[in-house]
Structures are given as C-alpha cells and as structure tokens.
C-alpha cells in the first residue's frame, strides 16, 4: 500500500515558486531518499508535507489529501519531521526533550517503554539524560531530534540531512541506528540526504532532485549502477 504519495507538487515562498513538479511514492513501511544538490528542493518537499511551504498539486497520506492541514493537523496524523538544524529544545534536559515528543499520547507505560527504546537505540543519550540540549555535541542533538520524532510514534518519518555536520563515524552510528529502527518498527521514512553512500545504506529507493524537479528515480540498486550518480554522488 502507498502511504505518501506527491504527484506534480509545486511549492511557494511567496511569489517565488521553487518546486516545479515533485512526485514522489513512499510504500508503508518503506525508506524512500531524496537526493540532489544545494537549492534543489529537497528541504522544501519535506516542508509541503508537513504544511509548512504553500504548495499546490497531489499530496496525499494514507488516502488523505494534506492541503489546508496545519502543521500540527499534519503531525496529529502521524507524520514526523525531523528539520534539518534539529530543532531540540536547548533550555530542556534530554529526558524531557523526549517527553515533549509525546505530548499528544496518554499512556504513560507505552511512553516510558518508549524512553527506554529510544535509549537504547542511542546508548549516547543515556549518559546524558539530565542535560540540556544546549550542552549536548551536534551528533547527540540529532540523535535526540530523531529520538523526539520517534516519541510520537508516527507512521512516517521525514528527515532532512541527519548527517550534516556531522563527523563521518557520528554520521554513521545515526544511520545505523535509524536503519535498526527501520526494521523494528516498521515506521516509514523520506530520508533527504546530500550524502548519498550514506543514504543508499538505508532507502529501498530514491529520487534526485534538480532545480525542484525529479531528475532521476530508481531503486538504490539501479541508482548506484548508474554513472551520472556516481560521478555526482558517490565520488567515483
Ligand atoms: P539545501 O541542501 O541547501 O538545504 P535543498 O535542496 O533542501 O537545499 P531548499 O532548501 O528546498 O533546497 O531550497 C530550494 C530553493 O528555495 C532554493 O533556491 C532556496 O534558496 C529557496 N528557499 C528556501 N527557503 C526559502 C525561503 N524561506 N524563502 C525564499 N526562498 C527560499
């Protein structure tokens, strides 16, 4: 089953329009990457889901059209978005960065047990439970950003370049840990990533986006044997 869908979407800040027709098709329980280079429109196809860019064309989740949802309409139908920047709370401890990943559950046990999972998948965060987010490294703040989302328990994960400025073992380890919770969970994901070695670990397939149009769509098999995505993307 198709949990997103975008057909032909375009997307706006202001007058100025700067995507031209994205279409995208995320399978429930699927990782789908969006790749492409500075300006193309990665970051902006992530904001037309959760309602966060004024957008035209097909955005349908789970058969429901998302036009005219506010961002919180959007989240409360169990989309997460991790933004790129991560977004932690900086005056809150990480225990409660986590607790306000929750916020719209009520069972208290579940969301305990839910704590302890995302501490475990991020054995980092463990020791650093007490701190605020302000003195955490930037790899410890993404991994809490990608902890906070999974608090939610959302169907579907949007996450925009989790490895940016990170160093490429932190990179790494957050990768595999978001590949481990692929697997248990099941929850779907859109994975916009400017390293793509990276992101082909993870996706099932993806889309390149040029000038905020799909340049190129394929499998991860089909995309890492052609030449241009090598050349461009996986330095070679
Ligand atoms: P990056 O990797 O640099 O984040 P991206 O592929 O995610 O790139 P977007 O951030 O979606 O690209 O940007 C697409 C285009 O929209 C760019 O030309 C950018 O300058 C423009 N843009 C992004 N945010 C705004 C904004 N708030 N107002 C006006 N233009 C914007």
Same mark, same amino acid.
């Given at each position: 089953m198709t949990l997103l869908e975008l057909a032909d979407v375009r997307a706006f800040y202001g007058r100025?329009?700067?995507?031209?027709?994205?279409?995208?098709?995320?399978p429930d329980g699927g990782a789908v990457g969006i790749l492409g280079a500075n300006g193309a429109g990665k970051t902006t196809t992530l904001r037309a889901v &959760?309602?966060?860019?004024?957008?035209t064309g097909t955005i349908r989740?789970?058969?429901?059209?998302?036009?005219?949802?506010?961002?919180?309409?959007?989240?409360?139908?169990?989309?997460?978005?991790v933004p790129e920047g991560r977004g932690t709370l900086s005056d809150l401890t990480v225990r409660e960065n986590l607790r306000v990943g929750a916020y719209r559950r009520?069972?208290?046990?579940?969301?305990?047990?839910?704590?302890?999972?995302?501490?475990?998948?991020f054995p980092q965060l463990k020791d650093r439970i007490r701190s605020n987010g302000s003195a955490l490294s930037g790899g410890e703040q993404q991994m809490?950003?990608?902890?906070?989302a999974i608090m939610a328990r959302p169907r579907l994960l949007l996450l925009d370049e989790a490895?940016?400025?990170?160093?490429?073992?932190?990179?790494?380890?957050?990768?595999q840990a978001i590949g481990r919770l692929r697997t248990e969970s099941g929850i779907a994901m859109v994975v916009v990533e400017q390293n793509a070695n990276l992101a082909f670990t993870l996706v099932d397939s993806a889309t390149v986006l040029e000038t905020g149009r799909n340049?190129?769509?394929? &499998?991860?098999?089909?995309?890492?044997?052609?030449?241009?995505?090598?050349r461009a993307y996986l330095g070679g």
């Open positions: 100025v329009q700067v995507l031209e027709g994205v279409s995208l098709s995320v &959760s309602g966060t860019v004024r957008s989740f789970d058969g429901k059209d998302l036009h005219g949802l506010r961002p919180d309409q959007v989240a409360a139908l169990g989309i997460a978005h009520k069972d208290a046990k579940a969301i305990r047990a839910d704590v302890d999972y995302c501490l475990d998948l809490l950003a990608i902890a906070r490895s940016l400025g990170l160093a490429p073992s932190t990179a790494k380890a957050v990768y340049a190129l769509t394929g &499998s991860t098999a089909e995309l890492k044997g052609m030449d241009e995505i090598r």
